[in-house]
């Protein structure tokens, strides 16, 4: 049981807009800025957004992030074949590190 | 380039220890926070432990504290997960990660404890 709840699958075709919610407390997202990072089996996670809305380099601007209260969503824009990969948000809580438990996107 | 590499994974029984290293190169390690995450087969992204530039400052998952110590030789720019104890639901592919917003993973090592 993750302290971050997230759907556990997504889907969209080419072309189409999908969002990603991710629902807290007050304790991790409601006083702690959320992340969101972009998984393949095998392969290194990827930061996709810092601080509830910030892309590092490199990252396309079809990804945003937004935080309001105890809740965060990732929207993906302009789907494509390559965003099929779990994506996991995560926050601060107590000190401590928490993630959701993943959604895996489908582009169909 | 920013680069980390795990190594140290294997196949060890219940009871068992293994330590875990993750070698950092391309930026200035002793600056960084770090940590562990893990993924066990099927599941998601938990994190395991974390450990300040210093060394300090050491914190833990509830599953896991008592039983696995992080680390970091900042001279070699190698960060440590000592797991001791290890039991079959510690069986998990185990990254390294930077800093606050985990902006660098490592590839991971697997780690499997099974008799």
């Known amino acids: 049981q993750s302290v971050l709840t997230q759907p556990p699958s997504a889907s969209g075709t080419p072309g189409r807009r999908v969002t990603i919610s991710c629902s807290g407390s007050?304790?991790?997202?409601?006083?702690?800025?959320v992340s969101w990072y972009q998984h393949l089996p095998g392969t290194a996670p990827k930061l996709l957004i810092y601080?509830?809305?910030q892309r590092p380099s490199g990252v396309p601007d079809r990804f945003s992030g937004s935080k309001s209260g105890t809740s965060a969503s990732l929207a993906i824009s302009g789907l494509r074949s390559e965003d099929e990969a779990d994506y996991y948000c995560a926050s601060w809580d107590d000190s401590l590190k928490v993630f959701g438990g993943g959604t895996k996107l489908t582009v169909l | 380039e920013v680069q980390l590499v795990e190594s140290g994974g294997g196949l060890v029984q219940p009871g068992g220890s293994l330590r875990l290293s993750c070698a950092a190169s391309?930026?200035?390690?002793?600056?960084?926070?770090m940590h562990w995450v893990r993924q066990a087969p099927g599941k998601g992204l938990v994190w395991v432990s974390h450990i300040n530039s210093d060394g300090s400052s050491t914190d833990y998952v509830d599953s896991v504290r008592g039983r696995f110590t992080i680390s970091r030789d900042n001279a070699k720019n190698t960060l440590y997960l000592q797991m001791n104890s290890l039991r079959a639901e510690d069986t998990a592919v185990y990254y390294c990660?930077?800093?606050?917003?985990?902006?660098?993973w490592g590839q991971g090592t697997t780690v499997t404890v099974s008799s």
């Open positions: 601080r509830n809305n």
């Open positions: 391309g930026f200035t390690f002793s600056s960084y926070w």
């Open positions: 007050s304790s991790n997202i409601g006083s702690n800025y």
């Open positions: 990660t930077r800093d606050y917003d985990m902006d660098v």
